[in-house]
């Protein structure tokens, strides 16, 4: 869930001691069923709060239906702040509630939380690589995801063509750094990479969202795709065990280890999206890793051995 609205739930429930999921999703203009989650996800960071089961029912904060922040224990607050302090270094408006939060606790449990604030720093760029600043769009259409408005984007696909869609935006996802929407379309469920958006416009209507969406399990379901398709062409190598590590590093969830293959030896699986791209990405091993089928990889490779000995086998020539 996101940062600024777990601060927005706790606010209300500091103002209102009891909230129900009904209200909470009026007030946050979510979804009946989202509010539950939210409101869910928030007991199971820590915080105090249970619901009450019947006519008058609602969730509410231990200790009474007025009970402010300062019914937080100091492992409470610590927990809450913990959670929240990467959250706000991408957002001003994250940063102001969690001061407005910090100054609700009593004075005895600030020190600890406003340390918890700085305890976790999320770096998102892997070693050598380039950061990659947050898509622009990224505000606009959390926006309209909240207030549940409909959006035309228009959008490059992987040809490159770009095309003009209505869409109902259901969420957000930040995959290592890059920015997905998933979003409902006359077509059915469609994911969008956020920046090959080159245009996003509200419109101002309502926008359909199904009432037993699951963000994270839609997307589980879209990532799987996506890891199926990366890796469409598998290969057998012979590799010294020592190096299985280095392996897995590179083709993370597409390396699996079978069984061994002489001393210090074993066989291993290895999957990409084409066989091309696993001779390119083997080539760089030379002779420690040997690829035992199929032929089609190993006929790459043998290629790409005699490019690099045309190219390289001699010195270059003094013109250039």
């Given at each position: 869930m996101r940062a600024d609205r777990?601060?927005?739930?706790?606010?209300?429930?500091?103002?209102?001691?009891?909230?129900?999921?009904?209200?909470?999703?009026?007030?946050?203009?979510?979804?009946?069923?989202?509010?539950?989650?939210?409101?869910?996800?928030?007991?199971?960071?820590?915080?105090?709060?249970?619901?009450?089961?019947?006519?008058?029912?609602?969730?509410q904060l231990v200790g009474g239906a007025r009970t402010d922040l300062s019914g937080l224990t100091a492992a409470e607050a610590r927990a809450v702040f913990l959670l929240l302090g990467p959250?706000?270094?991408?957002?001003?408006?994250?940063?102001?509630?969690?001061?407005?939060?910090?100054?609700?606790?009593?004075r005895t449990f600030r020190a600890e939380a406003e340390a918890a604030v700085d305890a976790t720093v999320v770096d998102p760029v892997g070693w050598g690589g380039r950061d990659r600043p947050r898509p622009p769009t990224v505000d606009l259409l959390q926006d309209a995801v909240v207030r549940r408005r409909k959006v035309r984007l228009g959008?490059?696909?992987?040809?490159?063509?770009?095309?003009?869609?209505?869409?109902?935006?259901?969420?957000?996802?930040?995959?290592?750094?890059?920015?997905?929407?998933?979003?409902?379309?006359?077509?059915?469920?469609?994911?969008?990479?956020?920046?090959?958006?080159?245009?996003?416009?509200p419109t101002g209507e309502p926008a359909g969202r199904p009432d037993d969406l699951a963000l994270a399990a839609a997307w589980a379901e879209v990532a799987e795709e996506i890891e199926q398709r990366r890796a469409r062409t598998w290969a057998t190598v012979r590799v010294e065990e020592r190096y299985l590590a280095v392996l897995r590093d590179r083709f993370g969830r597409h390396c699996h280890p079978g069984d061994p293959d002489g001393p210090g030896r074993l066989r291993?699986?290895?999957?990409?999206?084409?066989a091309l791209d696993l001779a390119r990405e083997l080539a760089g091993w030379g002779g420690l890793v040997e690829v035992l089928d199929?032929?089609?990889?190993r006929e790459l490779?043998?290629?790409i051995g005699a490019e690099l000995l045309a190219a390289h086998g001699r010195p270059p020539d003094a013109g250039g």
């Open positions: 777990l601060l927005a739930v706790l606010m209300l429930l500091q103002r209102h001691g009891r909230v129900t999921a009904a209200g909470l999703a009026a007030e946050l203009e979510v979804s009946v069923a989202t509010a539950r989650r939210d409101l869910e996800a928030l007991a199971a960071s820590g915080v105090p709060v249970y619901p009450q089961r019947g006519r008058g029912g609602g969730w959250g706000t270094a991408v957002s001003a408006d994250a940063r102001a509630a969690l001061r407005k939060l910090l100054a609700a606790l009593p959008y490059a696909g992987r040809s490159g063509e770009p095309t003009v869609r209505l869409v109902d935006p259901w969420g957000l996802i930040d995959k290592d750094g890059t920015w997905y929407l998933l979003a409902g379309t006359e077509r059915g469920r469609r994911t969008f990479r956020v920046d090959r958006v080159t245009a996003a416009e291993v699986r290895l999957g990409a999206s084409s199929p032929p089609g990889v490779l043998a290629r």
